[in-house]
C-alpha cells in the first residue's frame, strides 16, 4: 500500500495539529496503522499505532494522553491528533501500514511494518 502523510506544520508549545495518512492501492481496512517520529539527531520511535478494527490503540508513554490515533476507513485515512505539544514533539512524523490477519493487531515495532509514508515535519515552538 502507497501512503501520502500530511499535516505538519510550525506550532506553539501546548497548541494542537492533526496529521493525516491517505493509504492507496490496496484495501485499507485489513491494514494495521502506526505512527512514527524520528528528531533530529535522534532515532526513529515508535508514537501510536491501531489495529485494523479500529478497536485497539497504543501509546508510547511520551504521548500518552495527548495524541490519538484514529482511522476513517471510508476515507482510507489514518490520522495522528496532538495536542498539549512540547518542543520535545518536534521531529518529521511517518506512518505506516502493515496487513494483519487478525482485526485486533497492533504493531509497535517498526521493523515489523513493510510499507512507509514520506514523512511530514511538525515543528514546536517554545
Known amino acids: 500500500v502507497q501512503l501520502q502523510a500530511s499535516g505538519g506544520g510550525l506550532v506553539q508549545a501546548g497548541g494542537s495539529l492533526r496529521l493525516s495518512c491517505v493509504a492507496s492501492?490496496?484495501?485499507?481496512?485489513?491494514?494495521?496503522m502506526g505512527w512514527f517520529r524520528q528528531a533530529p539527531g535522534k532515532e526513529r520511535e515508535f508514537a501510536a499505532a491501531?489495529?485494523?478494527?479500529?478497536?485497539?490503540?497504543y501509546y508510547a508513554d511520551s504521548v500518552n494522553g495527548r495524541f490519538t490515533i484514529p482511522r476513517d476507513d471510508a476515507k482510507n485515512t489514518v490520522y495522528l491528533r496532538m495536542t498539549s505539544l512540547k518542543p520535545e514533539d518536534t521531529a518529521v512524523y511517518y506512518c505506516?501500514?502493515?496487513?494483519?490477519?487478525?482485526?485486533?493487531?497492533?504493531?509497535?515495532?517498526?521493523?515489523?511494518?513493510?510499507?512507509w509514508g514520506q514523512g511530514t515535519l511538525v515543528t514546536v515552538s517554545s
Open positions: 505506516a501500514a502493515e496487513e494483519t490477519l487478525m482485526e485486533s493487531t497492533m504493531i509497535i515495532a517498526a521493523d515489523e511494518y513493510d510499507d
Open positions: 492501492g490496496r484495501t485499507f481496512s485489513r491494514y494495521a
Open positions: 491501531i489495529s485494523r478494527s479500529g478497536d485497539y490503540q
